[in-house]
């Protein structure tokens, strides 16, 4: 299995989808083919022994070939007409806007180019913390509770601390603890700079969490183990930039095992059918001996290579379960027995 990894694009996560992505090459025991999206939604095809981060802040992946998609695939020209780019699978590892949002997703379905990650619902879901939460209450997984604000809003907290978060952003980018009045308005005015809407909870120090990754292949859930971030007052960019770049497994939480059942449990009521094609990551509180759903990470850095015991038998096992598209078959008898209908 071949894959093409597909990156980059113009989202405030544009620097960490490169990171991520850089770092599969360490992960997958095939040489996977490069696909980046530049800030101005160009296709570039990196080789991969030339992928450097420096390569792309100093603008010099815009001598290798650029890249059309269409039905089936990536061209490039060459001197005699065209040539497909080989891969098998595309894995979306576009962070933030565009791969998450479910853009790609959906240019991908519209070319007919497998991938694994996130389909348009999914997308819709995850990469909107607002809906994400009223989606865990559907499913029957506690969130804590929260509102949601728009920028002609009138913010109004009652009780501190409060973590407030642009509604549609991920690695904690724009994120900021509010713990009395005074620092409302400034946190409420980094978190706007990145987003139209805003969420505000309850900041709960010092709150127990736990991460797991999974996927569901050939109709069974293959989970990842269960890890307790290491984190101080919270888990900040820098610390989450540093996760994008990690290759080697991190350490099993120290946890019982009915725990570790319930974990495991809930995250498949979150992954359900809807995240079907993807590899994701949860991650959960333990609050009043309650599990509860913090958020959905649907594009996961370095898709949570850290926390599978085999990932490369993983994303296979994924590769190989895609969702089946139907096959709609266009045979104009509508059409033609109207013509009919009317002598012609």
Known sequence: MVYGIIFGSKSFEHEISIVSAIAMKKVLDRQPVYIFVDSQKQFYNIPAEKITSKLFSSGSYKKFDTLTIKHGGFFSKTMFGETKLEFDVVLNLIHGKDGE??????????????????????SAISYNKTLTKLYAKHKAVAVLEFESFKKDDDIVVDNYPVIIKPSCLGSSIG?????????????????????????VEPFIKDIKE?????????????????????????????????????????????????????????????????????IIRCDFFIYKEEIVLNEINSIPGSYANYLFDDFNQVIDGVARSLPQIIDIKIDYAYVNKIQQAKGK
């Open 175 to 199: 994120v900021s603890i509010v713990k009395n009045r005074n620092e409302l308005q400034y946190a409420v005015d980094v978190a706007f700079e990145f987003d139209d809407e805003i969420i």
């Open 210 to 278: 736990l991460n797991i990754a999974g996927a569901c292949i050939d109709g069974e859930f293959v989970f990842s183990i269960i890890e307790e971030p290491q984190k101080g007052e919270f888990l900040d960019f820098e610390k989450k930039y540093l996760d994008f770049s990690r290759t080697s497994q991190v350490s099993r939480a120290d946890i019982s095992d009915n725990l570790a059942k319930k974990v495991r449990d809930t995250f498949a009521k979150v992954y359900n059918n809807t995240f079907t094609g993807s």
């Open 101 to 122: 949002d479910g853009t790609v997703a959906s240019l991908l379905e519209f070319f007919d180019i497998a991938y694994i990650g996130p389909r348009l619902e999914a």
